[in-house]
């Protein structure tokens, strides 16, 4: 079985800077490819950016380009979002999605963490 535990949302004022956090544990054999989606309030969710852990390759959202980083460190099965230059639209629960091979099994498969909430106001 495997988990992914989301960390560090929260309350910030625009222009400020967040990192959010996620951690896999569990049966793992290998990451495959990571994500980070968010869903604001009567919107669907969307793919914010992502990144390949073999090759460490990135993808983002146009509305995130220069301001959001992700990045990872493997050794610790974690995935952060480096959030910059956060907007009030930036507002929404972000979550974690996880490619990820267990052990004793021959395919990846999809895992979600449980989100967290990342708000931009004065």
């Known amino acids: 079985h495997v988990r992914l535990a989301e960390s560090g949302g929260g309350l910030v004022q625009p222009g400020g800077s967040l990192r959010l956090s996620c951690v896999a544990s569990?049966?793992?054999?290998?990451?495959?490819?990571m994500g980070w989606y968010r869903q604001a309030p009567g919107n669907e969710r969307e793919l914010v950016a992502s990144?390949?852990?073999?090759?460490?390759?990135?993808n983002y959202a146009d509305s995130v380009k220069g301001r959001f980083t992700v990045s990872s460190d493997n050794a610790k099965n974690t995935v952060y979002l480096q959030m910059d230059s956060l907007k009030p639209e930036d507002t929404a629960v972000y979550y974690c999605?996880?490619?990820?091979?267990?052990?004793?099994?021959?395919?990846?498969?999809?895992?979600w963490g449980q989100g967290t909430q990342v708000t931009v106001s004065r």
């Open positions: 569990g049966t793992i054999y290998s990451l495959v490819r």
């Open positions: 990144i390949i852990i073999s090759s460490a390759s990135t």
């Open positions: 999605k996880g490619v990820i091979i267990e052990r004793n099994n021959l395919g990846a498969e999809d895992y």
